[in-house]
């Protein structure tokens, strides 16, 4: 097989051959080095590696070249080879603006010139880099297309389970020439019927394969995320891909447990949609959701654990030492232990008319994937807690105007200082206090919301409505089977003596662990456990934490 290939760009030639140099030196027997002196010598090259089939394991890209700078390289490099890893190579002037890039090319590193001694600067960055992307599940950018409609639901569903879970895709709107062209090319579909704009979207596979709408577990399985078990006993079952279950999947794994998670949806949870955590240890430049699901997910992969996706858990029964979890289409698997990581969703608005418009105007959490589209135009959030600041955050490099509606009086108890300071310097961002949405309107799509302020209510013109309020734990599920409080949150520990329930099964000689529930052997971590903290942080330690105790569980029975 051909060498994967490693590409650096520099004008400065003196720079160019310094960084060729050191790559070929430490990467040579399994890398092939291409060096280009200008940005459209390096596109250039780019371009023809992509037509013959040759795959990029990295670019190195210098900050300050003429004819586009690093970061529009990269930009550019990124469609042809997503998977690719990103360095931006800058001078110390520079860092700023390497910052700042991160949230455009979604860069890998960032690297100050120079480097010397490589062995202390330059390696051991591109050994995690290669390392990463060796390991990375690589898919073409150009396998998959979906055609659909600008105000359907199930398109933007579709486009928010692809991007969320890392798949690369082509988005065509169903009116435009390509679009029309592949729903006349596809002709009946999977069922012999026509493929028209009611049955859409229509996704295209590399393979040629039709898929009209279809439900999440056949896209997932079409697009290759694994989604069936590949036994049916493990010793850990973690529920929920989210930082808890992902911290417990890597610590259950890394640990030398056979460790299944099992994700509805797609990893990271909440926090997957968030477009910058800025106070997450180690990131001192910030990390997007997707990043920080990402780099779990294959840290997981990494220690051996198996990750479903797409399957939804409705049962958990005690047999004996075993614990079942049941799923949706009928089947099961069981282990000894289970972690329960299911997280919270975001609570729904009850303002007449909303219901009709989500995923036509009105998103629940980031719906990263709708924000180019928002570009110049109005957009209203809802929400006062991190989540919300930093959706605005984000969504004010695209609109115009961000309209933070906030019900209560101020920011100051629910929203990190240093999000309050950031959104403070952001000209185009509103905070409106003691405001609420009370109605909603439209066609085909939202196009007007009712506020009421201290003024009164008042009428305004916008498609876009951002939510991010409360917080519902998913745990309607589990029945009777675990104890929980009254807003559906699973009791632990403690929080079982205090709430007056004396665990079921118990053996006499000990009290449940602190993150155990009423059922010996099921632990519950992060933002679905009663009085958890919700943060990012303490749902992986808690996550971690688990693992400990399962283990000392496993010791005793």
């Known amino acids: 097989m051909d060498k994967p290939v490693i590409v650096t760009v520099d004008d400065d030639p003196g720079v160019s051959r310094a960084v060729a140099r050191d790559l070929r030196r430490r990467y040579g027997q399994s890398y092939r080095i291409v060096r280009a002196d200008t940005a459209t010598q390096g596109m250039d090259s780019v371009r023809e590696m992509r037509l013959r089939g040759d795959d990029v394991a990295a670019i190195l890209a210098d900050y300050r070249m003429p004819q586009m700078n690093g970061v529009e390289f990269l930009e550019q490099a990124m469609d042809l080879y997503p998977y690719a890893r990103r360095v931006l190579l800058t001078a110390y002037a520079d860092t700023e603006a390497a910052i700042q890039a991160i949230n455009v090319v979604d860069l890998d590193h960032y690297m100050l010139k120079p480097w010397d001694p490589p062995e202390e600067k330059f390696y051991p960055v591109l050994d995690s880099l290669l390392d990463a992307w060796q390991r990375a599940e690589r898919r073409e950018s150009d396998e998959l297309r979906v055609v659909g409609a600008r105000w359907s639901a199930r398109s933007y569903e579709v486009r928010d389970f692809l ?27 999977e069922e012999g019927g026509e493929v028209s704009p009611a049955r859409l979207p229509l996704v295209i596979t590399g393979e040629g394969t039709k898929l009209t709408a279809p439900d999440t577990s056949t896209l997932a399985a079409a697009v290759g995320l694994s989604t069936a078990p590949a036994t049916d006993f493990y010793d850990l079952i973690v529920i929920g891909g989210g930082p808890g279950g992902l911290g417990a999947a890597v610590y259950g794994a890394s640990e030398g447990l056979r460790t299944v998670m099992v994700e509805q949806h797609a990893s990271g949870g909440q926090a997957g949609q968030s477009s910058r955590i800025e ?19 294959r840290q997981a992969l990494k220690f051996g654990a198996e990750l479903l996706t797409a399957r939804t858990v409705t049962s958990l029964e005690v047999k004996g030492q075993a614990r079942v979890v049941g799923f949706a289409d009928g089947g099961s ?13 975001y609570r729904r608005l009850t303002a007449p008319g909303l219901d009709d418009f989500v995923g036509r105007g009105t998103y629940y959490g980031a719906a990263v994937t709708e924000a180019p589209e928002c570009r110049d135009r109005e957009v209203y959030i809802v ?164 693992v400990a105790l399962v283990h000392r569980y496993l010791e005793k029975t």
Request: aromatic share 8%.
């Open 383 to 546: 929400g006062a807690a991190n989540s919300a600041g930093q959706g605005a955050v984000y969504l004010s490099g695209y609109a115009c105007k961000v309209h933070l509606i906030v019900r209560g009086d101020g920011l100051e108890r629910s929203m990190s200082h240093y999000l309050i300071e950031q959104i403070s310097q952001i000209g185009n961002i509103e905070v409106h206090t003691e405001t609420e949405v009370v109605g909603a309107e439209g066609g085909d799509h939202l196009e007007r919301l009712t506020l009421k302020g201290p003024e009164g209510e008042r009428t305004v013109e916008t498609e876009w409505l951002f939510v991010f309020i409360g917080a519902e734990p998913y745990t309607d599920w589990l029945g009777d089977t675990i104890e929980r409080d009254r807003r559906g949150f699973v009791l632990t520990g403690p929080d079982l003596t205090a709430a007056g329930s004396r665990p079921r099964n118990w053996p006499l000689r000990r009290e449940p662990y602190h993150l155990e529930t009423n059922v010996p052997g099921v632990f519950a971590a992060g933002d679905v456990r009663a009085d958890s903290i919700k943060r990012v942080a303490s749902a992986v330690g808690e996550g971690a934490m688990a």
């Open 279 to 297: 106070n997450y240890l180690g990131f001192p430049d910030g990390v997007s959701g997707a990043q920080l699901a990402d780099r779990a997910r």
């Open 333 to 345: 698997i069981a282990a000894h232990t289970v972690i329960l990581a299911t997280g919270v969703s």
């Open 163 to 189: 991007s969320r879970n890392q798949v690369p895709y082509r988005w065509l709107l169903a009116d435009s020439p390509e679009g029309a062209q592949l729903l006349a090319a596809a002709g009946e579909d």
